[in-house]
């Protein structure tokens, strides 16, 4: 599983390079291997590092630890989500269940980024939902019932107040939750490296080849050497399929954001100097933008599915003409030549919008697939299933154990040709918001 990602990602490259990466070339036998070093992965090695002071942890990237995903993504802490996959949620128990574990998932980066005093541009700004379409009121409006009867402090706001809170008149209509979380996703992933307990190796650079489970004892080789573990956890997310793992009940979907540089101080003044933002779109497929607080747009407005291994230059060049036309939407006072940086990701999605969290049988356990709210779920899922591996329980557990599971998915070629005209469907409602 060769990943070739990118060097345009600005999160990733706002941080120091690191010089203590380690790659092997021989051959290891540990008593627990965790397959893939993004949040999830090295949770899942911090507390199994924990429990088990004096065993063998190994974990194993197919690239740089933390510059998958988890650096990739667009750094919102989510505590509730409007449009989770291509469904919506009608049944308030259901939502309840997700919203419980979005939860869980906050506290759970809470009690990391406290216990190792993280720096991480944490900003608890909550976030907006937000629309140029006046007729989705009544969608935001329905979704404040929700909100509502679960107790989720919120509020809708109109164009005027949104103006002078975003910096931007093309919003007509937005909902605000107030429990949501902006943060910078590669200082807490580059964190959670740093902190990773002493009798943890962490393997960078070393694609899994293939894995085979026999007499109970889990092989697996790579590209320059193989390891034989008696228990493996696999934390690959969007690349769970190419692994053999839950393959009928999971899909990558790959994205592509830009970030500007920062505004200069009479650019800043030109959009009224609001404090840093994030929003969401109202609709599937709309555009995701940021304010940070360095005064930095982010935005990302396209999903697809993509060979997830790679996406050229020349392709990602592409992408960054649709992003530039976004932020230029929104902001037509801002120069042509703002953007800085564009890189791509992948997120990995089930039909049904739930998580894969599981015991496969007594040596091999999984936990992905977060639907774009990998920050915090993926946390929690990772201290988690090492929990669950280790043969123990928490009420944690029993919250993630209570949701739906994920549903089974079409075979190929028909698995992707519902994804693409789903996409294509998704891509023309929300053709404003883009």
């Known amino acids: 599983m060769d990943v070739v990602n990118d060097n345009g990602c600005s999160w990733i490259n706002d941080l120091s390079p690191r010089s203590n990466i380690k790659t092997f070339s021989s051959d290891l036998n540990c008593e627990w291997l965790i397959i893939g070093a993004g949040y999830t992965g090295l949770s899942a090695a911090r507390k199994l590092g924990q429990l088990y002071p004096k065993q ?100 809708i706001l109109f164009n005027k107040d949104l103006t002078k809170r975003l910096g931007t008149n093309f919003y007509n209509i937005a909902l605000h939750t107030k429990g949501g979380i902006l943060l910078h996703p590669g200082k807490l992933v580059r964190a959670m490296i740093d902190t990773l307990p002493g009798n943890v190796n962490l393997y960078e650079n070393s694609p899994l080849l293939n894995w085979k489970k026999i007499n109970g004892i889990i092989n697996c080789n790579f590209k320059n050497g193989s390891i034989k573990t008696k228990k493996i956890i696999f934390a690959t997310n969007g690349y769970l399929k190419s692994l053999g793992i839950k393959t009928n009940y999971n899909f990558p979907i790959t994205l592509t954001a830009s970030m ?13 100097e609001p404090k840093e933002w994030g929003v969401l779109p109202v609709r599937p497929m709309g555009a995701t933008i940021r304010l940070t607080k360095e005064r930095r747009i982010l935005i990302r407005n396209t999903a697809e599915v993509h060979n997830p291994y790679q996406m050229s230059k020349s392709e990602l060049k592409k992408r960054q003409l649709k992003q530039k036309f976004g932020i230029k939407k929104r902001f037509p006072q801002l120069p042509d030549n703002i953007i800085q940086s564009t890189w791509s990701g992948v997120v990995s999605r089930t039909r049904n919008s739930s998580q894969i969290f599981e015991k496969i049988n007594d040596n091999i356990f999984v936990a992905g697939c977060y639907n774009g709210s990998g920050i915090g779920v993926g946390t929690l899922f990772g201290e988690q299933i090492a929990i669950k591996a280790s043969n123990e329980n928490s009420k944690e557990i029993k919250t993630i154990e209570e949701r739906n599971k994920p549903t089974w998915l079409p075979p190929q070629p028909f698995l992707n040709i519902g994804v693409k005209t789903r996409l294509i469907y998704e891509r023309f409602r929300a053709r404003s918001e883009i």
């Open 260 to 272: 500007t540089r920062s505004l200069t101080d009479s650019e800043f003044k030109s959009i009224g």
């Open 56 to 155: 063998k942890i190994l974990i194993v990237d197919a690239q740089l630890a933390g510059e998958g995903a988890s650096s990739r993504n667009s750094g919102y802490l989510v505590d509730t989500t409007l449009n989770d996959g291509f469904t919506s949620n009608k049944e308030l128990e259901n939502y309840k269940k997700k919203a419980n574990i979005y939860k869980l998932g906050i506290e759970a980066v809470k009690r990391f980024i406290k216990e190792y005093q993280v720096d991480c541009d944490w900003n608890e700004c909550g976030k907006y939902f937000a629309s140029s379409k006046k007729e989705d009121q009544k969608i935001l409006e329905n979704f404040s019932e929700t909100l509502s009867k679960l107790g989720f402090e919120h509020n």
